[in-house]
């Protein structure tokens, strides 16, 4: 049963500290996406890559968040620094092309 | 700017009743469009979904509505179940843009009472 998989399931920090956040998309999948679960925004994209390539990183705060896959099984997600406001649920998805998307069960982020 | 709405934050029906969830759009560009349901502690799956040259999609109790004039949508579940109790999150992607890219409205928490 292909999942999308994502580590840490939880993580509790503290603000100025360095977060890395992975993800394995499904086998076969081309496309990653990460996206952030807040209250007012509801799903809100981060980054995404097709092929390993970064597409689109525009929703990302460039000055602390980065996103990177460095081969076709793991994709990154990191802050640095870390600050309170960064607390929520960041998801990763893959898919094919054009189609729907399968999530992994997120990763819960809080800073203290 | 929120090119995805659902301005229901939340929805209570009865078991047993129909329950209508709403979206609106404002991308023109917009064509293809989805609906995922998430449990706590869970990632979205996949409900159903309709293309911009439909204006209906039926899959069992689930029915999407297409108004492409009104860039809105809305989905149907009828009955209703206690199991449906969920976030429901409205999508939609621009399938000339080639990327696959979702762009995901607010969500809207359906609870079901028995």
């Known amino acids: 049963d292909a999942r999308v998989t994502q580590t840490p399931r939880d993580k509790v920090t503290e603000m100025g500290q360095e977060v890395t956040m992975r993800c394995q998309p499904i086998?076969?999948?081309?496309?990653v996406f990460w996206y952030r679960q807040t209250m007012m925004q509801g799903l809100e994209l981060l980054a995404y890559f097709r092929n390993r390539a970064p597409l689109d990183d525009s929703g990302m705060p460039k000055d602390r968040f980065s996103a990177e896959m460095p081969d076709a099984t793991l994709a990154t997600l990191k802050i640095q620094p870390s600050e309170p406001r960064d607390s929520a649920v960041y998801f990763c998805?893959?898919?094919?092309?054009?189609?729907?998307?399968?999530f992994g069960e997120g990763s819960r982020l809080t800073v203290l | 700017d929120q090119q995805v709405k659902q301005n229901s934050p939340s929805l209570s029906v009865q078991e047993g009743r129909i329950s209508i969830l709403n979206c609106d759009y404002t991308?023109?560009?917009?064509?293809?469009f989805l609906w995922y349901k998430k449990y706590p502690a869970e990632g979205p799956t996949f409900l159903i979904s309709?293309?911009?040259?439909?204006d209906k999609n039926e899959d069992g109790r689930f029915t999407v509505f297409l108004n492409k004039s009104a860039k809105h949508l809305s989905l149907h579940i009828v009955p209703s179940q206690p199991g449906d109790s969920a976030v429901y999150f409205c999508?939609?992607?621009?399938?000339?843009?080639?990327?696959?890219?979702?762009?995901f409205g607010q969500g809207t928490t359906l609870q079901v009472k028995p």
């Open positions: 998805a893959s898919g094919r092309r054009f189609g729907e998307l399968f």
């Open positions: 309709i293309s911009s040259i439909k």
């Open positions: 999508a939609a992607t621009a399938v000339s843009s080639n990327t696959g890219k979702l762009i």
């Open positions: 991308n023109s560009m917009f064509d293809y």
């Open positions: 086998l076969g999948h081309n496309t």
